[in-house]
């Protein structure tokens, strides 16, 4: 995969703090998309998370891996493949604040919030 296709993404504080920033205003109705305002390429997307988690490389995703990979969790390649630059158009204009509107910055704060008191990174969900 070349890597060009877009990633929208959101923090997790951000998507706490945008449902209930949408639940206290009655007047916004309708499809609100929760994204950051600043959606990127998937391969500077992982550039910048594995520069947040301290590793030099990551090992390229051919396209049977991401075949084999959708297959198993039961879902389609064309969702992982199709590139959509979704952005928080009605959110921004209600005049919502990001904490984290760019990635290096979320991708940094939630790879130390992963790693807690484990320096080695190891899976917390397994510590």
């Known amino acids: 995969m070349p890597g060009t296709q877009f990633v ?29 305002p600043y959606p990127l390429p998937n ?5 910048v998370l594995r520069k947040a988690w301290g590793t030099r490389f990551g090992l390229p995703t051919t396209r ?4 084999l990979g959708t297959f198993l969790l039961r879902t389609e390649s064309e969702l ?17 604040k990001f904490k ?13 919030q992963w790693r807690g008191d484990n320096p080695w990174g190891l899976l917390r969900a397994y510590t």
């Open 80 to 96: 992982v493949l199709k590139s959509r630059q979704v952005v928080p158009g009605r959110l921004l204009d209600a005049g919502f």
């Open 43 to 47: 391969r500077e997307f992982l550039g």
């Open 8 to 36: 929208s993404w959101i923090h997790e504080v951000d998507f706490i703090r945008s449902v209930e920033f949408l639940i206290d205003r009655k007047e916004i109705t309708g499809a609100v998309n929760l994204a950051s």
């Open 64 to 67: 049977w891996t991401l075949e």
């Open 100 to 112: 984290y509107p760019t990635w290096p910055r979320a991708a940094q704060d939630l790879v130390v």
